[in-house]
């Protein structure tokens, strides 16, 4: 004897189509190949040896980039300007150029990308100068900006200069050379 087959409502049009009465057996059967994919795998001999050179260099000579990162703000500003919390990351390769973000979540017109064009090093201050390259406020792209860093250890105070606009705040330092020391 067979009972009419259960039903679901494809909530938005309304209608209706066949259950699947076979979730349970499906994902059983899948989690059961799923443990034997992994079992294989293991069983495998891993002879493939991880590299760790890789487009930004290979830490182990002291080629790869150089990493900041902080949050800068200026709560004096007047306007708009004084309410942002803005996130600074740059990618420093070893000739001093490289590539960045500016970011606020709340204020998302001022997220934007960046261009490092030169590094100067004075003892443990580090300047960064570039240009913004693309931004959700059309007006900002072409805009010059100078970030300070100054590293102590793996920390940084930071100073940014954008629109004639100056924000201080605090973040990280990771530099390739000094991991090959430590």
Do not use: C, W
Request: charged share 20%; proline share 5%.
């Amino acid at each position: 004897m067979r009972t009419e087959e259960p039903a679901s409502t494809n909530g938005a049009r309304g209608a209706t189509r066949p259950a699947p009465d076979n979730d349970r057996r499906r994902f059983l059967k899948l989690a059961g190949a799923a443990l034997l994919a992994g079992a294989a795998v293991r069983a495998v001999p891993q002879t493939a040896e991880a590299s760790i050179h890789h487009v930004g260099g290979d830490i182990r000579d002291g080629t790869s980039n150089t990493y900041f990162g902080g949050v800068v703000l200026n709560p004096d500003l007047p306007g708009p300007a004084g309410q942002l919390i803005l996130n600074v990351y740059l990618a420093i390769d070893p000739d001093g150029t490289g590539v960045g973000t500016l970011s606020d979540p709340v204020h998302s017109t001022v997220n934007s990308h960046l261009a490092v064009q030169q590094t100067t090093r004075h003892g443990n201050e580090l300047e960064l100068a570039g240009v913004v390259i693309r931004s959700n406020d059309p007006a900002r792209v072409g805009q010059r900006f100078m970030v300070t860093s100054y590293v102590q250890g793996d920390f940084t105070s930071l100073v940014l200069q954008l629109n004639q606009e100056t924000f201080s705040g605090q973040g990280f330092h990771v530099d390739s050379m000094r991991i090959l020391v430590d």
